[in-house]
Nanobody
């Protein structure tokens, strides 16, 4: 039904910037919450940033002041602007969305396929 397509990952030097995008498609009624998670080798998956439909945001302490999450409700898209990247930001980044379908009022949790972000010195 619903598909999350991510883009924008890649290789960047320390101090550089990347912008991740995630587009949700399908029979969508609403997306109450969208966010980005990341997982580095040997570590647990962790929340990077999230945003609800009203616009309130939440960030991990490690990215506050450097990353900015935003969304375009009309386009069912969430973005993650990543500035001042450092080596510890290297991870697979996953898009997440809580979605309500047009014919089902129950919320469902969806995940993207993941996109690799590698920061080099």
């Amino acid at each position: 039904q619903v598909q999350l397509v991510e883009s924008g990952g890649g290789l960047v030097q320390s101090g550089g910037s990347l912008r991740l995008s995630c587009v949700a498609s399908g029979s969508i009624f609403s997306i109450p919450r969208m966010g980005w998670y990341r997982q580095a080798p040997g570590k647990q998956r962790e929340l990077v940033a999230s945003i609800i439909s009203g616009g309130n945001t939440n960030y991990a302490d490690s990215v506050k002041g450097r990353f900015t999450i935003s969304r375009d409700n009309a386009m069912n898209t969430v973005y993650l602007q990543m500035n001042s990247l450092n080596l510890e930001d290297t991870a697979v980044y996953y898009c997440n969305a809580v979605i309500v379908y047009v014919r089902d009022n129950s919320p469902y949790n969806h995940w993207g396929q993941g996109t690799q972000v590698t920061v080099s010195s």
